[in-house]
């Protein structure tokens, strides 16, 4: 599994835009880019994934650059309830039981 | 609400106890994971299931820990002689197939070893 590096915190307002960006120098032609959300008391959420160039949906874009070694989950326009940890994760599509490896995520605050 | 659910959301204890949490998985996921989760630290993968054959297991269980899903729906996991090492989230998730954006998590159950 490819080892992922991200910023421990951020700290936005609301109505900017978020980006969070994760390093994986190491990924492998198979592995994926996942993220999680997880608010505090609360099991992680999945939000997207992506394998290269840009992937959007309802609740977020990913970009993936050609060289796979990065990619940026930026959230539009965040509100106060956008607060919470993102997990970067990079995996194969059939690792082992398709356990999750999560690091130590990005502890991203919302301010008014 | 179909959701994974998880019993009891608290747990405290007194070093030495057993303990033994509860997960639902949503209905007609095959696949069940927990995870143990410490404070301010990401998710960590203790065990998996396959229906009912556990398929794959961390070394953070030790031989303390044990898991089950005897039936392949509902799950158990089981602490035996409780550290205070042991004070975690505990987080189930279940999955209808393949794929690192299916897991589902239920809420996770707290436990304070005293």
């Known amino acids: 599994l490819a080892k992922t590096t991200q910023p421990i915190s951020m700290d936005s307002y609301e109505g900017q835009e978020v980006n969070i960006t994760c390093s994986h120098n190491n990924i492998a032609t198979n592995d994926y880019i996942t993220w999680y959300q997880q608010f505090p008391s609360q099991g992680p959420r999945f939000i997207i994934q992506g394998y290269k160039t840009k992937v959007t949906n309802e609740v977020a874009s990913l970009f993936i650059p050609a060289d796979r070694k990065s990619s940026t989950l930026s959230l539009p326009r965040v509100s106060l309830s956008d607060t919470a940890v993102y997990y970067c994760l990079v995996g194969d599509w059939v690792d082992a039981g398709n356990m999750l490896t999560f690091g130590g995520g990005t502890r991203l605050m919302v301010k008014p | 609400d179909t959701g994974v659910s998880q019993d009891p959301r608290h747990k405290i204890t007194k070093r030495g106890q057993n303990v033994t949490f509860r997960c639902d998985p949503i209905s007609e996921h095959n696949r069940l994971y927990w995870y143990r989760q410490t404070l301010g630290q990401g998710p960590e993968f203790l065990t998996y299931f396959q229906n009912e054959a556990q398929l794959e297991k961390s070394r953070l269980l030790s031989d303390r820990f044990s898991a089950e899903r005897p039936k392949g729906s509902f799950s158990t996991l089981e602490i035996q002689r409780t550290e205070q090492g042991d004070s975690a989230m505990y987080l189930c998730?279940?999955?209808?197939?393949?794929?690192?954006?299916?897991?589902?998590f239920g809420p996770g159950t707290r436990l304070l070893v005293l």
């Open positions: 998730a279940s999955s209808p197939r393949e794929g690192l954006e299916t897991q589902y």
